[in-house]
């Protein structure tokens, strides 16, 4: 299930309909593959990921893939637009398995930064799911200022309710992301901002893998 935790000004909620019940023991199930997983960028939309700024990469052991981002920053302040207090992206992946086995997304860690005056808030909402298919996983994180740190939080579904690839299906998986922000009651001369950004690598969305034989 979704996890909630506080730290500081921020605070965490989560929900999603396939993401209830005792968490997860594991992130897998059976053992991967030991022939390579490959994901291909099909479409890339929306403010938080334009042209090639979104990144995937396949960890070495198949159990899981990043996402980094380069220009996903919802603010608001004097110097931002009025479109830019919310950015979101919509990846839409061909993720490429093995022979013989198919795939689930067992859950994912989220990481980003903020700074959020006195009287502001906002959130960053995630979700993904198999093409065709109902959403399958939902997560809302709310933040409140003041706040200026690092931020992480995690969801995990247990293995009972791991939705897997029908074995043969060819369907894309479309992960999608959004930040937003709000001044509320804070000094309209100040300068609130929620980001997943990452220049080192530090701040990667990591999307763990279940395995199943066919």
Request: proline share 5%.
């Amino acid at each position: 299930m979704l996890s909630a935790f506080t730290a500081g000004a921020l605070f965490v909620s989560s929900l999603g309909s396939s993401l209830t019940g005792a968490p997860a023991t594991g992130w897998r199930a059976t053992p991967p593959p030991r022939q390579e997983m490959t994901i291909k960028v099909v479409t890339a939309n929306g403010s938080g990921c334009p042209g090639k700024s979104a990144i995937i990469d396949v960890a070495p052991d198949n159990r899981a893939f990043t996402v980094s981002y380069s220009e996903f920053t919802a603010q608001v302040g004097p110097q931002a637009k009025p479109t830019d207090y919310r950015k979101n992206c919509q990846l839409m992946l061909n993720v490429l398995v093995p022979s013989g086995f198919t795939y689930a997304i067992a859950g994912a860690d989220y990481r980003g930064f903020g700074h959020l005056e006195e009287g502001a808030y906002g959130s960053q909402t995630a979700f993904y799911y198999f093409q065709g298919w109902p959403q399958t996983g939902k997560s809302r994180t709310d933040f409140n200022g003041w706040f200026d740190d690092d931020w992480q939080h995690s969801d995990k579904i247990e293995i009972g309710a791991l939705n897997y690839l029908p074995c043969g299906s060819l369907r894309n998986l479309n992960v999608n992301t959004e930040l937003r922000v709000n001044a509320g009651t804070s000094d309209r001369k100040s300068t609130s901002f929620l980001t997943m950004d990452s220049s080192d690598g530090s701040l990667e969305t990591t999307y763990h893998v279940a395995w199943q034989k066919c």
